[in-house]
């Protein structure tokens, strides 16, 4: 979680240097509002003047908000540049979720991809095990697969870290074949309860940074989110719009 946070304060934070002050009398103003275990883990200049973007470790993850410079007012909602019709707050998210994916290398998720030499794009996935469009997303997998698109699922369990959906992503990815085992739990299957060490709670964490309030939820590796279930042929339009107009 700590190498997720410090790559969602490295997009956040546009300017070098952030003062250790800052940091703290913010968070010291959060706190008479929120959990105690609320801090401000980077502070940016937004383009209104005496108000700062700050980037907020809640607990479960962090969120983009926004405070004024003397700690008095908080808005925590998006800030939308008008004239370039921009929305700066999702173009921050934007950019840290391409940022937090990349906490999650090799052998951080568990992956379904097509043939070698025949994968042309690639989507994460937060997901649950017992989601019904989750399971949908995976049934259709082939189809996926035969498009040209790679699929790296991580654990959003939507009932949170102690649920019997967190337990049942735990024993996927303690199986010794994880893509067998979530394939079986996707289809209502049981897998034979283990433990060891995991990295679902971190990964559920790195869903809140990134936004997912529910499942599935479409990570492209540009960033950009797309919630809900999308049909192989869908979800492959749209990734094809998507690279057009850049």
């Not at 800052?22 to 509002?33: H, S």
């Not at 379904?112 to 989601?131: A, L, N, Q, R, Y």
Request: aromatic content about 6%; charged content about 25%; hydrophobic content about 40%.
């Amino acid at each position: 979680m700590k190498k997720i946070l410090i790559l969602a304060a490295a997009a956040l934070t546009s300017t070098q240097g952030v003062a250790e002050d800052d940091l703290v009398k913010y968070t010291m103003a959060l706190q008479k509002i929120a959990s105690p275990a609320t801090k401000v883990v980077a502070v940016s200049d937004t383009p209104i003047k005496g108000v700062k973007e700050i980037l907020v470790d809640v607990g479960r993850g962090s969120e983009v908000m926004y405070i004024s410079e003397d700690g008095k007012y908080l808005v925590n909602g998006s800030l939308f540049d008008i004239e370039n019709r921009v929305d700066l707050t999702d173009a921050k998210k934007t950019q840290m979720r391409k940022d937090v994916m990349k906490a999650f290398g090799k052998g951080d998720t568990i992956d379904f991809f097509p043939e070698e030499g025949k994968m042309t794009s690639h989507v994460t996935v937060f997901t649950d095990i017992d989601c019904g469009y989750c399971r949908k997303l995976h049934a259709d997998m082939q189809g996926y697969n035969d498009l040209g698109i790679g699929v790296s699922y991580l654990f959003f369990p939507r009932a949170g870290l102690n649920s019997a959906s967190f337990d049942k992503a735990v024993n996927v990815w303690c199986a010794n074949d994880k893509q067998e085992a979530m394939t079986l739990s996707k289809a209502g299957e049981p897998v034979e309860p283990k433990t060891c060490d995991n990295p679902i709670a971190a990964q559920y964490k790195a869903g809140v940074t990134a936004g997912v309030s529910g499942t599935p939820a479409i990570v492209l590796d540009d960033g950009t989110l797309m919630p809900g279930y999308l049909p192989p042929a869908q979800l492959k339009q749209r990734m094809d719009m998507l690279a057009m107009k850049k």
